[in-house]
Structure formats: C-alpha cells, structure tokens
C-alpha cells in the first residue's frame, strides 16, 4: 500500500498570481524516505505543509492529498498531531518547555495520554535517541545539534506513521546535521517510518534517500532514485535561469560532469567512494607523479604577500573565557592577517571560532593578550536577524517586512548591510549559511572585489568547498588553539578529513584538486 | 553548580511542598520563644545539610542583621510592658518591650532560614510538579515563560553586539533611532518566534480536549508515611495553641502557658518536625554505614 499518495495538487496562496504548487502528482510507499531538493522558493515547504493541515497555510487548494489513514484534509486534530510528526528548521522556536524531559513529554500530555504511559514511552523515546544524560537539563543549555534531536525525538514520542521533516539540519553545522540525518535513518530502519524530508545539502542526502524528488517553481521536476536524478543532472537539466540540477548534486558528480572522463553510465559517483571508483578507473598508474605541485601556484605569492603588506588585524597570545569559573575558550591564540587578505578560521563546534569574532571586533574583552585592528570593522553575525533595524527589507526585497523573508534571503539581506557599511576589515560568521549555489558564487564574487579594493576579510565558516574557493590563507582551532595555518589550497590538500569532498575523494589519485573544476581541468 | 541531594530532596515533591508549608505556618502562628528558638535551630540545621558553609554565609549576610537590628529597635520605639529597666530620655525600655523583640526575630529568622531551604529543595520543576496537578493550564505557561525569559535577554545582547558592528551605511543613524529599532525588532523577534512556536505546539496537539500532566515523579510508600506523621504533629502542635499550652503573651507583662498540663508534648512535636530532615538524614546515613559493614 502507499503511504501518501498525491493528486493533482494545485496550492495558491491568497492573494497570488501564480500558484506555488501546481499539479503535484506524487506516491510513496510505506516504510520510505523521500527527499525533496529544489532551489530555495520553488515550494518544497509549502507542499510538505499541505500533508498536515493543522500547519498549512491559509491558501486555495485543488486536488488530493491521502495518506495510510485516508484523505489528510478529513483527519482530526488528534490524528495529524498524533499520526504525523512535524519538524522545522528553526531548533529553537519549536521547543516549548523549560526542561527536556517535559518537552518529551509535551505532545503525550496533549493527548491525554494516562502519566503511567507517559512514563513509559518518554523514557523508551530518550533511551532511543540517546537522550539519558542530558533528560533532567534545561532546553536551553542545549546545543543546536542537541535541540533538533530533542525536537525529531518529541514529534517521534507518539510513534507517527509518517515523519514530515523541513529542512532540518539547515542550521546545523556539519558534525551536527550528519548526527542529525543518521538518527533520522535511524528511524526509518528501525521503526519503518515513512519519512519525508526537504533538504538543501545533497551530499549526505543522496545516500540517505530511497527516492528523491526535484522541485522547480512549483511543478515536480524530476521523480526516482538518486541515480536517475543524476543522469538528468549530468545530462544539464535546468531547474531555473539561476540554477542547474548539477548545481545541487553532490560534488562528486559535479566533478564527474566537469571531467566528461569515462564511462560510468551504472555507476555514477554521488559519494567519496563511488568518487574513488570512477577516478581509480581514468588515471592511469605513473600519472600520479606529474601532477605534484602543480595545483598550488598561489602558495608562492601568498608567501610574498605575507612579508610584504602590513597587518590589518594582529591576535598576540590572547586569553578568552565567558566566566571566571569556567575553562578557557581561548588558550593563548596568535594571528596575524594581512591587509588585503581573505582568511579563513575553521574548526568543531566550541573550538572558539565565533568567541575569537567577539573579540576582534570587540564584543568580548581578553583577559590576556592583546588584539589590535587597523581600520573600521563591519561583522555579520552568526544570527541574520539580530542585523535588522528598519521595518522594510528594501533593496531587491521591496517593501517587505525582514521576517517574512526565507531563511535564504534573510542571510543575503545580512549580508547586503554588512557590505554597505564602508569598513576596512569584515568579519563574516557562517555567510554561506541558507544560500543556494547561486548566491554562494556571486558571493565569492562580491568578497574577491572586496578584496580588490584592499580590504580584508576574516570568514569563519564549516563550508569547505566555499573556503577554498575564495580564502586566501586558512587556519584551524582546536580547543581554543590555532593547529596549522597555511596558504588555502595548501591547507585542504594536506588536510585528511577537514578538507572538500573532492580533496577526499582524489586524495592519493590526483595530489590537490580541491574542486569538481580541479579534476575537470585536469 | 554543586548541589548537594539530601534524603528529604528525594521525596516527592508534593512532600516537600507540604512540609514547608505546614512549618512555615506554624513557624508564624506559634508565636512562642521555644518553638520559635527549635524553628530556627532546625531551618540552620537543615539549611547547612543542603548548602554547607554557603547557607550560614547567607544567614549572616542577611538574616542574622535584620535580626539584630530587629532585638535592638523594637524596645527603643515600643514603649509597652510594665518593668523599665532604663529611661532613654522620658522613655521607658522595658524588659517586655525586649523580650518581645527577641521573640520576633527568631521567628523572622527561622522563617526566612525556611524559605531558603525552600528555594534550594523547590526547584521551577519541582514546584511545577506540584503546581500542575492543581492547575495545568497555568503550569505549562509558566514553563514557557521560564523558558523564555533567558531567550529574550540573551537575543537583547544579540542584537546590540550585530548592531554595534554593523557600520554605519553612510548615513548617521541617531541613537534614539537605533534604540528605537532595535526595541521595535526584538519585539518581533519576539512576536515572529512565538508564532513558530504556537504552530510547533498546535502541530504536536495542544488544545485538544482532555490534557493530562506527567511531572516524572512517583509517591512512594515513604510519601505517605511521612505526610501521616507530618499531619499528626501539625495537628498536636496546633491544638497546644488553641488549649493554651503553648500560649505566649509579652504585653503587658510576660506570660508563658495557660494550661496546667505543661507543654513538653507538644513543643516534642513541634522540634520533631522542624528537625525531621535532619533526622531522616542521619537515619539514611546511619543505614549506609551499617550496609558498608555488611560489605
């Protein structure tokens, strides 16, 4: 039997032109996990929204929506909160209670589930999930990786049949969401839950998915495996002016589109070790030797660059901690950034990247150590909402209101006043975060004219492949030390685990390509 | 934080709430100098088993003052009592007028001693334990609000820190008008999250009909026990008063005891409840070792 099944859905939202769902023609059988991608505003939430009604927006709707328990619009109140779990992007805002164990327990009590059963399944619910040592904390001393599994264990608690997730992992960092989507598989082989997730990080999401559903400007672009979408992805299928299928596939395949090199059609490289199989099978042995340092002309002016400009930002032994009975953040940091640089800090969550921000721009004191900037400092916070001043967005947003915008185009509004400030030096915490590849690459574009225009840049970020594209120089903390420095290309080459997935992919086949172009031009 | 977790803190919370309800009350009501002395003997007592050398730094920080302060005023501005010992000016201090306020302090302090240990034992989630049974509703908003207080502080920091490293745009923004702002988007912050929430709790049903509470604790057998003993003595201690056997008048002139039976029993009562924590401690403590000897 099928667990949803979808009809000709046409979703408008009142007052608009254009429908943002038209004629959705979708099924899915029981015990799957469908993955909706899709660039951002093409209605993947909207249309996960129309399977639970008690969160869909007001709007007409034409068509039909069934799931195992029969048409969604004729369930009650008690069967979608009961039958159908929900989780959204924000960690934060879906969290109701105070304490851990009660959050868990929030929904039972709202069914009126007897105490003794609520005792049962909440503790079963926090043994699964591995929950026990932090279920008597406060939800917010949480983590965001900790809040999102305590929101999918929540919505879980009352066993749902099918499990609706929006873009869940969106702001996590990587660590976290791979933590995250594993608990989601999780779910699904041990429980046999149908789950429907909308996602924008391919890479893990290829592997995870039983079927994947590609959505453009409101129609079903593309429906099946992961393999079928990337032959449609390598053989250039468009998902909007702005955006081509390729653009949001694993890099893998990027790579392997960029290279038009061997015949892979049954085995098409979406992960690092389908990656490794198709280069092993092209390169030939002795190839390897010739390739060497070829891939690292920038690394010899970086170093004159070093020794010829002067320092914008200079980090002198500096000690941080948030309160005086509590560990050190920082442990003795030195840094030095050059005028005209882009550097990039990288490093785990906690390792005091976003602390070492505060205090260069002076948010945060040191108690040791010196920290001196040339010049005026404009930030991006981790957090684009705390930027907003004005009641209108203006610029290509108009007139509207900064919270009604997505997440996407929240972080480019961020970014459009951090940028309009006329600094020396900018920080930016976490920029790629929420952007579609589109806006990544003009991006890059915007900071390398930045650049050009001598000013410097300080990127803190877990995005990889983003970092080697556009940094300069990039440094790694680790408990509040700084690891290894290095000239970009330099540092991700040598790097085992922290680098792109193509640097692991070609690790030991082809020495230091970095990016899917880097194995094209090889 | 270090907390330490007494025997008592481990009975239900319902328990701990009924004792220090019942002592608190008493503690006010008995208005006698023995109770009140073995009140505040036993608040210390039990205050220094939770906390250590941290509660008598609270007592003396605050307690122990008012209390002097309280020994010190009340005969200076109370005239009333028929023994002066001495004349400040034309006025009399009276042995009464002092007595009294020796009285009064030891209930001001044992009191304020009982509703520390009240603060340590009665956490927000202990106390919700409690409250939700009684009234749901008003529980669950009382979490969120609990839960929101340090959200919106810590969003407050937030948006001051991103907005002083914002650059100024080219056009001087006035600092009213910043201020202006910034108060106008952490009320929609505020506004816009709650909205995503109200959504996050209507999807997991929240306003059906028929909404229990779960608070995670059990009564025990020894709830009961001690709830039985707590009501024998609350119910003797009370009915001293109302015979007269713990009947206590400073004015006009000082007087202890109407009844001609004594009051050994009942003040018995009244010292085991104050000092039922402690006793359960060492009771607890007393098992233990004998366990480890068995070992």
Known sequence: ?522 | MYLRHDEFTKYHPGTNFAYFCAVIILSLVIFHPVTMGISLAGALVYAILLRGGKSLKFFFSMPFIIMILTVILNPIFVHKGITPLFYIGDSPVTKEAFIYGACATLMIGSVMMWFYCYSQVMTSDRFMAVAGRVMPKSSLVFSMVLRFIPRLKNQAVKIRNARRNAGTNGEAVSKTKEAAGQMSMLTTWALENSIETSDAMRSRGYGLPGRTHYSGYKMQARDGVFIALLIIFAVTVIAGKITGALFFAAYPQVKIGLSEGGSGAYIAAFALMCFAPAVIEIAEELRWKQLESKI
Request: with cysteine; hydrophobic share 40%; aromatic share 6%.
């Open chain 1, 1 to 522: 039997m099928e667990a949803v099944r979808i009809k000709d859905l046409t979703f408008t939202y009142p007052g608009a032109d254009l429908p943002a769902l038209e004629g959705i023609n979708l099924s899915l059988e029981e015990g799957r996990i469908l993955c909706i991608l899709g660039p951002t505003g093409c209605g993947k939430t909207t249309l996960l929204k129309n399977l639970k009604p008690i969160v869909r927006p007001h709007g007409e709707i034409r068509g039909s929506v069934e799931i195992f328990m029969g048409e969604v619009g004729d369930l009650s109140q008690r069967e979608q909160a009961a039958g159908i779990g929900y989780v959204t992007q924000n960690p934060e805002n879906q969290i109701v209670t105070d304490k851990v164990w009660h959050e868990l327990a929030f929904g039972l009590e709202n069914l009126g589930t007897e105490p003794e059963t609520i005792r049962r399944k909440v503790a079963e619910i926090a043994g699964f999930f591995g929950i026990e040592s932090w279920y008597k904390n406060m939800t917010s001393e949480l983590s965001g990786g900790q809040k999102q599994l305590l929101n999918l264990a929540a919505a879980m608690v009352s066993s749902p049949r099918l499990l609706l997730l929006d873009e869940p992992t969106a702001q996590l960092d990587p660590v976290a969401a791979a933590d995250f989507l594993a608990a989601v598989k999780r779910v699904n082989l041990e429980l046999g839950t149908t789950i429907i997730l909308t996602e924008h990080r391919t890479d893990e999401v290829v592997s995870l998915a039983d079927k994947i559903c590609v959505m453009k400007d409101g129609q079903v672009g593309a429906y099946g495996t992961a393999r079928d979408i990337a032959r449609k992805a390598v053989q250039g299928e468009r998902l909007n002016d702005k955006v081509s299928l390729l653009d949001i596939m694993p890099q893998p395949l990027q790579a392997y589109a960029a290279s038009e090199d061997g015949d892979c059609e049954w085995d098409l490289p979406l992960d690092v070790p389908s990656g490794r199989r198709w280069l092993s099978g092209i390169i030939e042995v002795g190839e390897l030797a010739e390739q060497g340092s070829q891939h690292f002309p920038e690394d010899a002016k970086a170093k004159e660059d070093r020794t010829a400009k002067e320092h914008a930002v200079e980090v002198k032994k500096v000690w941080y901690r948030y309160d005086k009975n509590r560990s050190d953040v920082l442990k003795g940091v030195n840094l030095k950034v050059s005028k005209g640089e882009v550097f990039a800090l990288l490093g785990g969550n906690g390792a005091g990247k976003t602390t070492l921000l505060n205090l260069l721009c002076g948010n945060a004191k040191a108690y040791r150590g010196e920290v001196s900037a040339k010049g005026s400092i404009a930030m991006l916070p981790q957090d684009p909402q705390t930027l907003f001043l004005d009641d209108t967005a203006g610029g290509e947003f108009g007139e509207r209101h900064p919270y009604d915008l997505s997440g996407g185009e929240q972080q480019r509004l961020a970014l459009e006043i951090v940028f309009s400030a006329d600094a020396d030096i900018y920080l930016l915490d976490e920029p790629t975060k929420g952007l579609d590849p589109y806006y990544k690459k003009k991006l890059i574009e915007q900071i390398r004219k930045l650049k050009d225009e001598g000013k410097t840049i300080i990127i803190v970020s877990h995005d990889m492949t983003f970092c080697a594209r556009v940094a300069d120089k990039c440094a790694m903390l680790f408990r509040g030390e700084i690891v290894s420095e290095e000239a970009a290309r330099k540092f991700f080459a040598e790097n085992m685990y922290y680098t792109t997935p193509v640097g692991r992919m070609s690790r030991g086949l082809i020495e230091g390509a970095l990016l899917p172009e880097d194995i094209g031009s090889r």
